[in-house]
């Protein structure tokens, strides 16, 4: 499905599995729009959402989409595999997986990665006051 809705009267449930996103009509249930990512299938896709965009994060990467319409505006692979934690802080997207995190510009830019050499291997929480993403360990 390659079309978008460009407006929406009510907030678009956006739900993601396998690869997949999907902008849902909450009322009634039809899909408005879909996307296939980059990585589909390895494992589940973790979800940010905010009243402009959708980012969304799955086994080897990560795709920022307009919301509520769907339209991709960028994607980039993310150096680390596995299932991500994701947080927004300002004009900065980081995206955890297995002990390591990135940081990304609102663009898709990669700003910074710190693998924390040595330190070991596993699910990450992220936060700053206010703003807390818990580490999600199931796959």
């Given at each position: 499905m390659?079309?978008?809705?460009?407006?929406?009267?009510?907030?678009?449930?956006?739900?993601?599995?396998?690869?997949?996103?999907?902008?849902?009509?909450?009322?009634?249930?039809?899909?408005?729009?879909?996307?296939?990512q980059d990585g589909a299938g390895y494992s589940s896709t973790a979800l940010l959402i905010t009243p402009e965009a959708i980012y969304a994060a799955t086994f080897n990467g990560v795709a920022c989409l307009r919301?509520?319409?769907?339209?991709?505006?960028?994607?980039?692979?993310?150096?680390?595999?596995?299932?991500?934690?994701?947080?927004?802080?300002?004009?900065?997207?980081?995206?955890?997986?297995q002990g390591e995190i990135e940081c990304f510009s609102l663009t898709g830019q990669s700003l910074w990665h710190n693998r924390f050499k040595g330190k070991g291997l596993g699910p990450v929480a992220l936060g700053v006051p206010g703003n807390v993403a818990q580490s999600d360990d199931k796959d």
């Open positions: 390659s079309e978008y809705r460009t407006t929406a009267a009510a907030p678009v449930l956006v739900a993601a599995f396998l690869g997949q996103i999907f902008g849902v009509d909450p009322v009634t249930g039809r899909v408005l729009w879909e996307r296939k919301y509520p319409t769907g339209e991709l505006l960028w994607e980039v692979k993310t150096t680390t595999l596995g299932r991500a934690t994701l947080l927004l802080e300002g004009d900065r997207l980081f995206v955890a997986k």
